[in-house]
């Protein structure tokens, strides 16, 4: 199973998150704070900071941690209030 995460595609084992597929590749972060533009990725991992948000099908503010990767799903990494368009 694969979804793509930006131009790359990210191998996922069936009920694994989101979070826990880009982890798995190497991504530390994915999403910008609003106001400073700091990066952040996972930290408490189970859906109470909102640290892991990311863009899935076009809908932003998904949390990676609590969101099932779906095969052929199109998650991008979020700017800010969530604008998709990072470069990854
Ligand atoms: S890592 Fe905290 S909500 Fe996802």
Same mark, same amino acid.
Do not use: H, K
């Given at each position: 199973?694969?979804?793509?995460?930006?131009?790359?595609?990210?191998?996922?084992?069936?009920?694994?998150s989101?979070g826990?597929?880009?982890?798995?590749?190497?991504?530390?972060?994915?999403? &910008? &704070?609003?106001?400073?533009?700091?990066?952040?990725?996972?930290?408490c991992g189970i859906g109470v900071c909102f640290?892991c948000?990311?863009?899935?099908?076009?809908?932003?503010?998904?949390r990676a941690c609590l969101t099932?990767?779906?095969?052929?799903?199109?998650?991008?990494?979020?700017?800010?209030?969530?604008?998709?368009?990072?470069?990854?």
């Open positions: 199973m694969r979804f793509s995460f930006g131009d790359r595609e990210i191998e996922v084992e069936p009920g694994q989101i826990a597929a880009l982890i798995a590749a190497g991504y530390r972060s994915w999403r &910008t &704070t609003r106001g400073e533009g700091a990066p952040r990725g996972v930290f640290d948000l990311v863009v899935v099908n076009g809908r932003p503010n998904q099932d990767a779906r095969p052929g799903d199109r998650i991008e990494p979020q700017e800010g209030a969530g604008r998709a368009g990072l470069a990854c």
